[in-house]
């Protein structure tokens, strides 16, 4: 009996965020159906038009659509990939250290940017890589020409890469040095018995022991990968690098606020949505299988 | 942070579903309004009950209060225009959002999306079209024809007609328009006349004198600190187009493409009568080979794409040669004199043709339109406050002109739009060059114009020394003087949005700015322009430019 009440509780405790859920997350899909019309915000969505599929036709016939998508694939995959690689590095070399003071303070120094906002960060990277930029003014120093990094296609996209990686690999690490907190000292100490020197210890035993972090974490961010960052790229990018860095997120703005197409902005951001959604279906099931963790 | 622009839009479409009950509602109560403006709700001129508006409130940060702005104590909503308004005609004002000025334009697109417009609004052409078209405001016809008062309807005749015919739809005036200073779309060329003496150069006239100022500029350390940090032309900021027939727009390079009679941005009658529009016209290609030469020269600022805000270099200094409209000083050139009292900045017209003309381009004589919210009660109210504010600015109002400081900004009128002869900075200039020469007497001023003969006259004798008047001389006065030289002067045919514009513009512009960009930073080869061209017509351009030419035959 009194387990029973006791249940009653708990499912009290799960209103305010079915709430917030509700109106943050499950009513604004509503507003999805403004895809399908000719939306006319004076109309309202009661009463604009019905198109059907066409907007989501006049998406993939926009000559801007492939090149969009695209640029998102490859940005995010860039970025997802930089960001494990380089987390993964540091946390195993932090992990390597054994001054705890001096440990925690590098822990704490790079995952600083982190919580700076794009807005700020871009503001500086432009000063930094523009022509007269610190960045070029080493690039001189070994004699070549000053370089265009932000105007430059071919650049760009790496400028991107590079400074979210320089922001984040920081706090990416975490997770990682918690894996490798939880690698029972026991076996490095046979390990070190046996003769093994540093290298093979992180070989045999680190790398090993944190492969389902590696993992899981590798496949829950498939379901981000039509995410690549509006704000940064919101804030860095400029008309002349819109062919290797105009986004998904990027475009609907422009089209959507900017330019007042409502519901094309909606078909494209629901398209978006829809992939996401078989994506995140996806990484779950692998999620499952190699680190067996499940969401849902 | 992720999917921000979906959750914006997310907003814009909750609060429509809300504000389709609201919609209406409102449109219920209209049938009361109509026809019966009657005569006893205006009594001696004034309302005979008081009227409450709700408008779009801006407030600029940056302002600073006094300077030049409002008197202790005064403040956007409490003001002498506002006191005077609510004395004169019982109309008092409230506001219905607030906003900063930069996101003015979002903060309405969301009103208009979610039908939650104040009573009151200024709005753009588009926008204007949009509203009229989904039965949102209301017809000003009647209204209009039984209270404009003789001066307003002078203001329009100034414009041939043009006016009030963008703001009529199907007979009917459903707006009151402003009327555009023409001057503001002139891009004039703003030099630093000491650092030309300095150099000793003259002062500039055809393209090639400009890339010698610049090249100069550059190289001959003109403000003299032993480093070269000094720039040719700054050229737009990043948020802005590199060249557009929009007025107030500085920084762009429209000049020099106008030197081969090319006017991107613009529709523009060819050779043939047809209307075409200029970006895509061969002319354009010239330009933007000049334009490409000179960034590759260094003339033109080589990082202006990446710029937030190029008004930076000349507020300190570091550059000393911009293409801007008649009004900087009273803009950014008072901050570049505060900080260099020695900087005497000089606008002049530049670069002529080979030919020896100068030719600019020259827009629609209305862009903003004031419109009245469908079912608003007192449409007179909103009549009677146009005639005021119109009488005040053309100098008609004796007891206004008595009452009211003209050294507090006329932003501070609660309605605010331009609305006065189309050519007021060269009337203003003629008109008080006219006192300074002798041939009349400074009481024959009305007010405004009184002012920029005053502070012209303390410049005189400090020169530079306060700044706001050297600003009020220098743009009336100097500026007026300048454009009222002869030039050839290019309209821009059509204004508006067509319906396939509504779907394909964003594409084409996005691929003009683009190709533009390119072109001129030397990315792309100038055989570029072809393909663009080419592409631009595919694209839809074919078929927006037939959409222009019947709408504009209308």
Same mark, same amino acid.
């Given at each position: ?30 507003g ?30 926009l000559?801007? =659509?492939?090149?969009i998508?695209?640029n ?6 860039l ?7 380089f ?5 195993i ?9 001096f440990?925690? =303070? ?10 700076l906002?794009?807005?700020?960060l ?18 001189q120093?070994?004699?070549?020409q000053?370089?265009?990094f932000l ?5 760009f ?13 920081g706090?990416g690490?975490?997770?990682?040095l ?9 076996l ?9 020197n540093?290298?093979? /210890?992180? /070989? ?8 389902p ?19 940064q ?10 062919? =290797? ?6 475009y609907v ?10 519901s ?14 078989f ?8 999620a ?9 | ?22 919609? *209406? ?6 049938a ?8 006893? *709700? ?7 009950d ?7 409130k801006?407030?600029?940060p940056n ?7 409002l ?7 409490n ?21 900063a000025?930069?996101?003015y ?9 979610s039908?939650e417009l104040?009573d ?8 204007f ?13 009647a209204?209009?024809n ?25 007979g ?17 060329l703003?030099?630093r006349?000491? $650092? ?14 400009i890339?010698?100022?610049a ?8 403000d ?9 032309l ?24 106008a ?13 043939k ?6 970006s ?10 000049l ?13 202006f ?6 008004s ?6 570091k ?27 000089i606008?002049i ?8 003309t100068y030719t600019?381009?020259r ?7 004031v419109v009245?919210?469908k079912?608003f ?20 109002d ?9 050294n ?9 739009? *331009?609305l006065?002869y ?53 743009? $009336? ?6 454009l ?7 309209n ?6 067509t ?25 792309l ?20 430019t ?9």
């Amino acid at each position: 009996m009194r387990e029973r009440s006791n249940i009653k509780h708990y499912w009290m405790m799960l209103i305010p965020g079915l709430f917030l859920l509700f109106v943050f997350n499950t009513y604004p899909l509503f507003g999805s159906i403004i895809a399908f019309q000719n939306y006319n915000p004076f109309k309202g969505m009661l009463h604009s038009k019905w198109v059907g599929l066409e907007n989501f036709e006049f998406m993939f016939r926009l000559p801007d =659509s492939r090149q969009i998508l695209w640029n998102t694939v490859y940005i995010a995959c860039l970025k997802i990939i930089a960001g494990i690689v380089f987390s993964l590095t540091f946390a195993i070399l932090l992990n390597e250290l054994r001054l705890r003071f001096f440990k925690r =303070s590098i822990q704490t120094l790079v995952y600083i940017p982190h919580f700076l906002s794009w807005v700020i960060l871009s503001g500086i990277l432009i000063d930094l890589f523009s022509l007269e930029g610190m960045a070029n003014k080493v690039v001189q120093w070994f004699g070549f020409q000053p370089i265009q990094f932000l105007g430059s296609n071919r650049l760009f996209p790496f400028l991107l890469v590079g400074s979210d990686v320089w922001k984040e690999f920081g706090f990416g690490a975490i997770v990682y040095l918690a894996a490798l907190a939880g690698i029972n000292p026991g076996l490095y100490e046979a390990a070190a018995i046996d003769g093994a020197n540093r290298f093979q /210890r992180i /070989r045999y035993i680190t790398l090993p022991g944190i492969v389902p972090t590696i993992v899981l974490l590798v496949t829950l961010s498939l379901g981000n990968i039509l995410n690549a960052g509006f704000d940064q790229i919101f804030n860095m990018y400029n008309p002349v690098v819109y062919e =290797s860095s105009d986004i998904i997120d990027t475009y609907v703005y422009r089209a959507g606020l900017v330019s007042q197409q409502y519901s094309l902005a909606t078909a494209v951001g629901l398209m978006k949505s829809l992939i996401s959604f078989f994506l995140i279906v996806i990484s779950n099931m692998l999620a499952k299988k190699f680190a067996n963790y499940r969401i849902f | 942070m992720r999917k921000a622009a979906l959750l914006m839009l997310s907003i814009i479409i909750a609060s429509s579903m809300a504000a389709c009950e609201s919609g *209406t509602k409102s449109a219920g109560g209209n049938a009361a309004a109509d026809g019966t403006a009657g005569n006893d *709700t205006i009594v001696d001129g004034k309302m005979k009950d008081e009227v409450v508006i709700s408008i779009p409130k801006v407030v600029d940060p940056n302002a600073k209060q006094g300077a030049g702005n409002l008197p202790p104590g005064d403040s956007d909503d409490n003001n002498q225009f506002t006191r005077y308004v609510k004395e004169k005609l019982n109309i008092s004002f409230k506001a219905a959002f607030t906003t900063a000025p930069e996101a003015y334009d979002q903060k309405l697109s969301l009103a208009m999306a979610s039908n939650e417009l104040p009573d009151v609004t200024v709005v753009a052409e588009d926008d204007f079209k949009k509203l009229v078209e989904n039965g949102q405001v209301e017809d000003l016809t009647a209204v209009y024809n039984k209270y404009a008062s003789p001066t307003l309807k002078k203001i329009y005749d100034s414009t041939n007609g043009r006016s009030l015919k963008q703001a009529t739809v199907d007979g009917k005036l459903m707006a009151i328009p402003n009327v555009n200073t023409m001057a503001d779309f002139t891009n004039m060329l703003w030099v630093r006349k000491d $650092w030309l003496d300095k150099l000793g150069l003259k002062e500039p006239r055809t393209l090639d004198d400009i890339i010698t100022v610049a090249k100069a500029f550059i190289e001959k350390d003109p403000d003299g600190n032993g480093q070269a940090d000094t720039m040719g032309l700054p050229g737009p900021s990043k948020n802005s187009p590199l060249v557009t027939n929009d007025k107030n727009h500085y920084f762009g390079f429209e000049q020099i493409f106008a030197l081969d009679h090319a006017f991107p941005g613009m529709w523009v009658k060819n050779d043939k009568g047809e209307i075409e529009y200029g970006s895509i016209q061969p002319q354009a290609k010239k330009g933007l080979e000049l334009l490409q030469k000179m960034y590759k020269d260094g003339v033109i600022d080589n990082q202006f794409v990446f710029r937030d805000d190029p008004s930076q270099f000349v507020k300190s200094g570091k550059a000393g040669m911009f293409f801007g409209p008649w009004w900087m000083p009273l803009g950014m050139l008072q901050d570049a004199v505060k900080n260099d009292p020695k900087a005497e900045w000089i606008s002049i017209l530049a670069p002529f043709g080979a030919d020896g003309t100068y030719t600019t381009n020259r827009g629609s004589a209305s862009g903003d339109f004031v419109v009245l919210k469908k079912g608003f009660q007192h449409p007179e109210a909103l009549i009677l406050y146009m005639n005021l504010y119109g009488a005040n600015l053309v100098g008609e109002d004796p007891e206004g002109a008595q009452k009211l400081d003209p050294n507090v900004d006329l932003g501070y009128w609660p309605i605010r739009m *331009t609305l006065e002869y189309g050519d007021k900075v060269e009337r203003t200039s003629i008109e008080v060059q006219g006192v300074i020469d002798g041939k009349n007497k400074p009481e024959s001023l009305d007010p405004v114009k009184k002012s920029i003969y005053d502070a012209y006259m303390r410049d005189q004798k400090n020169p530079r020394k306060v700044v706001p008047d050297w600003a009020l001389a220098s743009s $009336w006065l100097a500026s007026g003087k300048v454009l009222s030289q002869p030039m050839n002067i290019m309209n821009n045919e059509f204004t508006g949005t067509t319906e396939s514009m509504i779907q394909k513009w964003a594409t084409l512009s996005k691929l003009e700015n683009e190709t533009y960009l390119k072109i001129v930073m030397g990315q792309l080869d100038i055989g570029a322009f072809d393909d663009f061209v080419k592409k631009w017509t595919e694209l839809g351009g074919e078929q927006v430019t037939q959409e222009v030419r019947e709408l504009a035959g209308k």
